[in-house]
């Protein structure tokens, strides 16, 4: 890998309340390149609050300290608020989970994609315009002119996320934050999604960061798979790999996915150990 387009180093996320503080995230480090990197694991593990976290979208009660962040040689944290936004959006994109709670409703999906353009470069609207069917194009929506013009309300969920995807990579991010964006769509949409995205990843030379539950579908997609339990990285490997994790948690994982190949009766069931929660972090500079 050549030099890192984002290091994390022992990143922790917080949440404070009157009776106690919760850690969600717990002294975790990795680095990106211009590569596809998986972040797995079940619901809670802090792989979200990662991703949000690395684009400072957390706030009060919430609280993160990292002894580095650094994006192409940036001090994220050292940035004001202002500085962060000419990042966000623009050079670090976020696809969200669900494009209903995204996008805008009552604003038409052509108008939503071309402010997202113009927010980052000074254009008329014309160009915005022109950009924003050139995206719809690009993520392989047909008749672009018809859904330039609609509402949220009136396209599917598979078209919702394809339209999200379309909006976050018009600025041309060099890094792409991918929050489970095909949780919510059945597999064939699911498929189509995730090819649209790869070669766009792939033709722009991009980072992705590809956050999910689905470890199958992640070994798949991306070259490196980080896997996250409470908080922590308990294991960092090579995508083909994966097969031959070692960590226990990892392993009954993939123990508990079922495979056409090789049919059982039961699936095994996961059992977790506390031990697990303690452990240092796994350095992921790998």
């Known amino acids: ?16 309340s009157k009776r106690k503080t919760v850690e969600a995230v717990r002294g975790i ?43 192409d040689g940036i001090d994220l944290q050292s940035l004001s608020e202002k500085e ?10 976020l696809v969200m989970q669900d494009p209903k709670f995204s996008l805008n409703p009552v604003m038409k999906v052509g108008h939503q994609i071309g402010e ?32 330039y013009d609609s ?24 890094l792409l934050i991918a929050d489970e964006p095909t949780s919510a769509l059945d597999v064939t949409v699911q498929m189509r999604v995730l090819q649209i995205m790869d070669k ?14 689905d470890l199958n579908l ?26 031959q994790a070692k960590h226990p948690y990892t392993r009954g994982l993939l123990a508990a996915m079922p495979h056409i190949s090789s049919p059982c009766e039961r699936l095994s069931v996961l059992e977790r150990d506390p031990k697990w929660q303690e452990e240092a972090s796994v350095d992921a500079f790998i």
Not at 219 to 241: H, L, N, P, Q
Request: proline share 4%; charged share 30%.
């Open 151 to 174: 509402y949220p309300h009136e396209v599917s969920g598979g078209m919702g996320q394809r339209i999200m995807i379309a909006m976050m990579l018009i600025p041309e991010p060099d």
């Open 29 to 71: 480090s990795f680095s990106v390149g211009r590569e596809r990197i998986g972040i797995v694991g079940e619901s809670g593990s802090g792989k979200s609050m990662t991703g949000r976290a690395i684009l400072r979208l957390i706030r009060e009660p919430g609280e993160v300290q990292a002894r580095k962040i650094l994006f």
């Open 1 to 16: 890998m050549n030099k890192p387009l984002l290091e994390v180093e022992d990143l922790r996320v917080r949440f404070h």
């Open 218 to 243: 992640v070994s798949s997609f991306c070259d490196r798979v980080i896997i996250m339990y409470g908080g922590r990285i308990v294991e960092t490997c090579k995508a083909d790999e994966l097969q």
């Open 116 to 147: 997202a353009y113009r927010v980052h470069n000074r254009s008329s609207k014309a160009e915005a315009k022109k950009r924003a069917l050139e995206m719809l194009e690009a993520v392989q929506i047909r008749n672009p002119e018809r859904v």
């Open 84 to 93: 962060m936004r000419a990042i966000r959006g623009h050079r670090i994109s």
């Open 200 to 213: 766009l990843v792939r033709d722009r030379g991009m980072g992705l960061i590809f956050i999910s539950h």
